[in-house]
């Protein structure tokens, strides 16, 4: 027997999955990681009695939310749970197997948003100068980490870049981020002395039985692409070996790249563009990693401050 219930749901989970891939640019990360919480709640829903997506009440919903709260749920992992449900019905609603669309009074709990970890300038060096560079290895990894922090990019941007993507005389790199936006990195003179080496000595790594049409910049010991994941075993190996594991995460040389510019006295726009943010409000986390830096050096050291 065909259960009807399970191929009106899993038919509906598969079109909006297809649709965030092709339509929305999603990650494999990210439409993994939909897919999970909205598997989620289709379990919740059939044992709800519900037979079709349609079928879903805000009331439904609300106690699912509630759930998620009484489980003991993050704040933050709920928010994230409660937008994939969001986005999911408002994609049902304009492909029209829904009337009316039950997530739309959904609201996510509020949370406090976390600072960002950054490193210091010291920090910075000392990781920069943690891959040997007597070796092919070593010299790549250096690139990665001195583009890393000088262009401010996602660990999965880098493992993306290829080789046209490079200017090494204008000294950008073309990124493409989130949502596919495309923006430029700035490649200092360090990152540019650093990539140099590394092309130099790239043959010597690995030859690809097959060549690779993307030109993939970043090669691994069988001249195949890096991945994001690599990327970030690496880092964790170098944080180590820099004394600084527990400290840092794949994305803290893109937080510290921020945060050193905007107490230099950068422009927040421009800091903005150069991470690709969307919205302002997204770059301003740093402004205030930076304003509690000005006030602990206020505190320490003004007379009049206690």
């Given at each position: 027997?065909?259960?009807?219930?399970?191929?009106?749901?899993?038919?509906?989970?598969?079109?909006?999955?297809?649709?965030?891939?092709?339509?929305?640019?999603?990650?494999?990360?990210?439409?993994?990681?939909?897919?999970?919480?909205?598997?989620?709640?289709?379990?919740?829903?059939?044992?709800?009695?519900?037979?079709?997506?349609?079928?879903?009440?805000?009331?439904?919903?609300?106690?699912?939310?509630?759930?998620?709260?009484?489980?003991?749920?993050?704040?933050?992992?709920?928010?994230?749970?409660?937008?994939?449900?969001?986005?999911?019905?408002?994609?049902?609603?304009?492909?029209?197997?829904?009337?009316?669309?039950?997530?739309?009074?959904?609201?996510?709990?509020?949370?406090?948003?976390?600072?960002?970890?950054?490193?210091?300038?010291?920090?910075?060096?000392?990781?920069?100068?943690?891959?040997?560079?007597?070796?092919?290895?070593?010299?790549?990894?250096?690139?990665?980490?001195?583009?890393?922090?000088?262009?401010?990019?996602?660990?999965?941007?880098?493992?993306?870049?290829?080789?046209?993507?490079?200017?090494?005389?204008?000294?950008?790199?073309?990124?493409?981020?989130?949502?596919?936006?495309?923006?430029?990195?700035?490649?200092?003179?360090?990152?540019?002395?650093?990539?140099?080496?590394?092309?130099?000595?790239?043959?010597?790594?690995?030859?690809?039985?097959?060549?690779?049409?993307?030109?993939?910049?970043?090669?691994?010991?069988?001249?195949?692409?890096?991945?994001?994941?690599?990327?970030?075993?690496?880092?964790?190996k170098h944080l180590a070996v820099a004394g600084l594991s527990g400290r840092a995460s794949p994305?803290?040389?893109?937080?510290?790249?921020?945060?050193?510019?905007?107490?230099?006295?950068?422009?927040?726009?421009?800091?903005?563009?150069?991470?690709?943010?969307?919205?302002?409000?997204?770059?301003?986390?740093?402004?205030?990693?930076?304003?509690?830096?000005?006030?602990?050096?206020?505190?320490?050291?003004?007379?009049?401050?206690?």
């Amino acid at each position: 027997m065909v259960d009807h219930a399970a191929d009106e749901f899993d038919q509906a989970l598969n079109r909006y999955l297809r649709f965030l891939t092709a339509e929305r640019g999603g990650s494999g990360h990210t439409v993994k990681g939909y897919r999970e919480d909205l598997l989620q709640l289709v379990d919740y829903l059939r044992e709800a009695g519900c037979r079709r997506p349609a079928d879903v009440s805000t009331v439904l919903l609300r106690h699912y939310a509630a759930g998620l709260h009484e489980t003991g749920y993050a704040a933050a992992t709920i928010a994230r749970k409660l937008a994939s449900i969001r986005s999911f019905y408002r994609f049902g609603h304009r492909e029209g197997w829904i009337t009316t669309n039950p997530a739309l009074p959904l609201r996510s709990p509020k949370r406090g948003r976390s600072l960002p970890k950054f490193l210091t300038g010291e920090e910075i060096g000392r990781l920069l100068a943690a891959p040997p560079a007597r070796t092919d290895a070593g010299l790549r990894d250096r690139a990665i980490l001195e583009l890393l922090y000088s262009a401010g990019l996602r660990v999965a941007e880098l493992a993306a870049t290829s080789d046209p993507d490079l200017d090494l005389d204008a000294r950008t790199v073309r990124v493409r981020g989130k949502g596919r936006r495309e923006r430029l990195g700035i490649v200092g003179s360090h990152a540019r002395q650093a990539l140099s080496r590394w092309l130099n000595v790239r043959h010597r790594l690995a030859r690809p039985k097959k060549p690779d049409e993307s030109k993939p910049l970043f090669i691994n010991r069988f001249g195949g692409r890096l991945t994001a994941r690599s990327v970030g075993r690496l880092l964790e190996k170098h944080l180590a070996v820099a004394g600084l594991s527990g400290r840092a995460s794949p994305h803290t040389l893109r937080h510290s790249f921020a945060t050193h510019l905007l107490d230099a006295g950068a422009d927040i726009r421009s800091v903005q563009e150069l991470l690709g943010h969307k919205s302002l409000v997204t770059t301003q986390i740093y402004t205030h990693v930076t304003t509690r830096k000005l006030l602990e050096a206020f505190d320490k050291a003004h007379p009049r401050a206690h």
